[in-house]
């Protein structure tokens, strides 16, 4: 059993400090800019590019690669598959985002055809944990980590204890983007982080901390993600170990959020 220190959670922040990694990010139309700001700021290279000419190179040479089905047309669904077939066969490490897979059968059938070519993660919210039912195949339980996020975030994996974190701030849920930027982060963290477990709780431990701080600044969401991404690029760890509300629990369930 792992049982991570602040300082364990911090080592993931502090491997992005001194690693640049490249991300290649096939998200929505509405999170491209704020998921790019969002990597450049925890010092990660964004690239976003879905041309059928283009993905398979640019998925190749990145370190890590994020599938956001928030707008799942016909041009993009050609391009996850591609990119994710070309990062099984090459060893890039994959996040997987379901957005709103609970609201339409295809999209999660879609999605369970990704989920083949076995991503490192997956980010989700409850909704779309329960229509994906990864509970029920365990080929995803005992190799993908699962961070459910809600009003606690919990990370599971195979059967290690989940983790549980308390942070993050209300104007996080009035910010369009918030999750797919942290999918982004999460592909980044299994990048340069071995223990993937670590990795996903670590990169999701000082993105909720660095909107805990940020909100305690901020009047309104207007000014939210101006102090998200300053939180994100200037975080220290005696901020970061103050404010971090983590624990490790048997059985939980995740709430929805």
Known sequence: MNTYSARDLW???????ERTVRVHCLTNLVAQSFTANTLLACRAVPSMTISPEEVADFTASSGALLVNLGTLDAARKGAMLTAVSTAKANGVPWVIDPVLVERSPTRCQFAHELLRYGPDAVRCNKPELDALALERHSEHADKTVVA?????????????????????????????????????VMAASVALVEDRRLAVAGALAFFSVA????????????????????????????????????????????EEG
Not at 11 to 16: D, E, G, I, P, Q
Not at 164 to 181: D, K
């Open 11 to 17: 080592s993931v922040r502090l491997a992005m400090q």
């Open 148 to 184: 459910c996020t809600g009003a606690i975030d919990r990370i599971s994996f195979g059967a290690q204890p989940v983790i549980e974190l308390s942070n993050g701030h209300p104007f996080m849920a009035q910010v369009t983007a918030m999750g797919c930027a942290l999918g982004a």
């Open 211 to 254: 909107g805990e701080l940020a909100g305690r600044q901020c009047s309104g969401p207007g000014s939210f993600p101006a102090a998200f991404l300053d939180q994100l690029y200037s975080i220290s760890f005696e901020d970061f170990s103050a404010c971090l509300n983590y624990r490790q629990v048997s059985n939980p369930q995740c």
